[in-house]
């Protein structure tokens, strides 16, 4: 792992919570996307070599909709950079970890992912992030 590649934060509202954020950070957000496959609407900021990542669900059976049912509004996950996803999945398998999906899978902000299992990392949700190309 390189470095930490962002910080997902859960949020109901993504344009209440831009505000929130640039007055926060000082700045405005550098992109916003939504992801069809996962269904949320996400928006990122800069902060040195990490970003923050805010997600909001577009539809009820979104992963961030189920999540925001059963918690407040705040961290959701830790994303780590990866030089190459595939070797690290084989890395961390042996090491023991659960993953969510099997094969990566096109992300936010033109990145492949897969997320660990919480229940093999200690309750946190983790996801590795690869730069797609």
């Given at each position: 792992?390189?470095?930490?590649?962002?910080?997902?934060?859960?949020?109901?509202?993504?344009?209440t919570s831009n505000e929130v954020f640039k007055k926060l950070l000082g700045?405005?957000?550098?992109?916003v996307e939504t992801v069809e496959s996962e269904n949320?609407?996400?928006?990122?900021?800069q902060i040195g070599e990490t970003k923050i990542e805010l997600l909001e669900a577009t539809a009820e059976e979104s992963a961030i909709a189920k999540y925001l049912t059963k918690n407040r509004e705040g961290v959701h996950h830790i994303a780590f950079d990866v030089e190459d996803i595939y070797t690290e999945i084989e890395r961390l398998k042996g090491e023991g970890f659960q993953f969510i999906s099997e094969m990566p899978k096109k992300g936010a902000d033109n990145k492949l992912v897969v997320f660990i299992h919480p229940k093999s990392a200690n309750g946190l949700l983790v996801e590795l992030c690869q730069d797609a190309g």
């Open positions: 792992m390189r470095k930490i590649e962002h910080i997902g934060i859960a949020v109901k509202d993504v344009e700045k405005e957000h550098y992109k949320v609407s996400t928006s990122f900021f």
